[in-house]
């Protein structure tokens, strides 16, 4: 079964530093997210793309975030600058088209620690 | 605004027993509700999800789930867990392209 595929699996940042983290969502899919889960707390929505710009964001996703499609099937989250407060399991996701129906299905996540 | 409250932080059941697991939905519009399961160490997997029709939904593994509309509710059932079982449960409701989750429910099957 296609399956959407994040790397890395886990990274130790520096606070201060710059993170990219990237996913390849599944083949024919054309909306994309990323979610974040901070330890112990629910898994939130931060960003959603589709046609090569951000449909959708949350308040968390602020300017120290962006996201981009450099290629057919790479999708990356970059931190620009990271903080304590970044250290989550982030979750990439992809669904095959928009609507109430459509399964959003989900990587493995990427946990980034920051120190 | 939509919203997904999960009763329950962690239910511990031994082995073969049957278990439940709570959900609420806030919602004032039509609902789409899922859940997902997050194995240890794990991504987050689709288990079932309700999108119209009949109120009894089947999923992956055995679990099933009703929709209640009258309770607002989208409970999580299986007959029989296995050790195989333990994980993390995610409640989930739809918001436009996006899910809403509630915090999580810990199942711990002890043998």
């Known amino acids: 079964e296609p399956e959407v595929t994040q790397t890395p699996s886990h990274q130790v940042t520096q606070m201060g530093q710059e993170v990219i983290l990237r996913c390849v969502p599944i083949s024919n899919h054309l909306y994309f997210y990323w979610y974040r889960q901070i330890l112990g707390q629910k898994v939130e929505f931060l960003v959603s793309f589709y046609n090569n710009e951000i449909s959708e964001k949350s308040e968390i996703f602020d300017d120290q975030f962006s996201v981009e499609r450099p290629d057919g099937s790479n999708f990356t989250l970059k931190i620009r600058s990271t903080k304590l407060e970044d250290s989550a399991m982030y979750f990439c996701a992809s669904s095959q088209q928009f609507g109430s129906g459509n399964t959003i299905y989900f990587g493995e996540g990427s946990w980034l620690t920051v120190v | 605004a939509q919203s997904v409250t999960q009763l329950d932080s962690q239910v511990p059941v031994f082995e073969e027993a049957p278990v439940e697991l709570r959900c609420n939905y806030s919602s004032s519009v039509s609902v789409y509700l899922f859940w997902y399961v997050q194995y240890p160490n794990q991504g987050l997997q689709l288990l079932l999800k309700?999108?119209?029709?009949?109120?009894l939904v089947k999923g992956i593994n055995g679990f099933e789930a009703e929709f209640n509309k009258s309770q607002t509710s989208f409970h999580l059932r299986k007959p029989s867990v296995h050790i195989s079982d333990t994980a993390e449960y995610f409640c989930a409701v739809r918001r436009g392209n996006k899910l809403v989750f509630g915090a999580g429910t810990i199942l711990r099957v002890k043998s």
């Open positions: 309700y999108l119209s029709g009949s109120t």
